[in-house]
Structures are given as structure tokens and as C-alpha cells.
Antibody, heavy 121, light 108 residues
């Protein structure tokens, strides 16, 4: 079955960087776009970014553009979210989700369990 | 940016009741709308896409409707496992793929 597993979360100081990973299995990983969505404690969902199936195209929300970057390794079935210049406002559970298709034009069909990022001194 | 607004924020209902949740887009999004269910400590789960198409595994008591700017998620007869937070999301114009703020369905 489709499985997405996020990793790399933890406690990080303001201004520092963190790299999250999303490992996919149970499907043709290189045929689907991958989204990242976060949820601050007690808050709603915030879409952050999407990368296309081949990694050639990526889009970001204004709140993270210029600080966050995406990459993917289709040999290892991993998408990575590099997060720089972190602030306490970035504290959240970070989810990856598989898009319905290859380009990221749709919705999150399957979701990982999430990884918690806490930004604090 | 398209802003999605859900109403109400919280809805108190009894099992067995019929309930409708509303989602409104600030601009027309055709039928490019998804609904998700999220229970405490769990990731969101896709319920509906294309405004009205049930995702695999979504029970038939869930139905979606709407076009343009106004959308509704209806649960025909609430079961205990349906008490959760529901989010709508547009995927018509992006970035961002904006979510609504959520509607919490709680037991009366």
C-alpha cells in the first residue's frame, strides 16, 4: 500500500536550518508530485510547497519562498525539504502528501504521519 | 491568492443527524475543490475531490456539491467516527493551494 514517511524533525534554534525528508513506497514514486503541508500546534493546515514528479518544477507559498527549497531523488524515493532561517513561527508538524498526478496540479491523495519541528532557543 | 472560508467554525451535532458544512472561495475555482477529514493526532485524510467525487474508501454517507465559489460537504447520518475537523482546499489557482480554516464537528 502507499506509504509516506517523514523524518528529520526536531528541536532547532531560531536562525538555524533543518532538512526534512519524505520517503515514499508502495507506488511509482517517480510518477507523482509531492506536496508539503504544515500544521502549527492547535491550528489549521498551511500548504507550503510542491515538487513535480521529475523534480524539475517546484512552487512555494509566500511564507517560505526564498527560505525553503525542495529536491527529490527518485532513485532513493525521497523528497527533501531544506528549511533555512527558521523562526518560532515555523514550529509545526510537517506533512508530505502525494499528489493525484505528476505535476502537482491537484490535491493530496495520500499523507504521511508528519514530523514535528520545534523552533526555540 | 484565493481565500477559502469555512462555516461554521464549530458545529455541535448528535449521532444520526444530517449535517452540512460550507466552504466558500473568494474567486471561482470551478470544481477544483477537495475535502479532508482530520482526527486528533492523525494526518488529514482525503474524502472528496473534484467537489463531489468520493475518494477511495470514503463512505457513501459523505457527499460533496458545489461549483464556482460555494461548496458543501454533507454527511447524511453522523456516526461516532465522523466527529473530527474538516478542511476544504482549492487546487484551481496556485500557489498557494489554500485551505479553509476548518470546521470542527463535535458531539452535542
Amino acid at each position: 500500500q502507499v506509504q509516506l514517511v517523514e523524518s528529520g524533525g526536531g528541536l532547532v534554534q531560531p536562525g538555524r536550518s533543518l532538512r526534512l525528508s519524505c520517503a515514499g513506497s508502495g507506488f511509482n514514486f517517480d510518477s507523482y508530485a509531492i506536496h508539503w503541508v504544515r500544521q502549527a500546534p492547535g491550528k489549521g493546515l498551511e500548504w507550503l510547497a510542491v515538487v513535480s514528479d521529475d523534480g524539475a518544477d517546484a512552487s512555494f507559498a509566500d511564507s517560505v519562498r526564498g527560505r525553503f527549497t525542495l529536491s527529490r531523488d527518485n532513485f532513493k524515493n525521497i523528497v527533501s525539504l531544506q528549511m533555512n532561517s527558521l523562526s518560532p513561527d515555523d514550529t509545526a508538524i510537517y506533512y508530505c502528501a502525494r499528489d493525484h498526478g505528476p505535476l502537482g496540479y491537484a490535491y493530496g491523495e495520500d499523507w504521511g504521519q508528519g514530523t514535528l519541528v520545534t523552533v526555540s532557543a | 491568492e484565493i481565500v477559502m472560508t469555512q462555516s461554521p467554525d464549530t458545529l455541535s451535532v448528535s449521532p444520526g443527524e444530517r449535517v452540512s458544512l460550507s466552504c466558500r472561495a473568494s474567486h471561482s475555482i470551478s470544481t477544483n475543490l477537495a475535502w479532508y477529514q482530520q482526527k486528533p493526532g492523525q494526518p488529514p485524510r482525503l474524502l472528496i475531490h473534484g467537489a463531489s467525487t468520493r475518494a477511495t474508501g470514503t463512505p457513501a454517507r459523505f457527499s460533496g456539491s458545489g461549483f464556482g465559489t460555494d461548496f458543501t460537504l454533507t454527511i447524511s447520518s453522523l456516526e461516532s467516527e465522523d466527529f473530527a475537523v474538516y478542511y476544504c482546499q482549492q487546487y484551481n489557482a496556485w500557489p498557494p493551494y489554500s485551505f479553509g480554516q476548518g470546521t470542527k464537528l463535535q458531539i452535542k
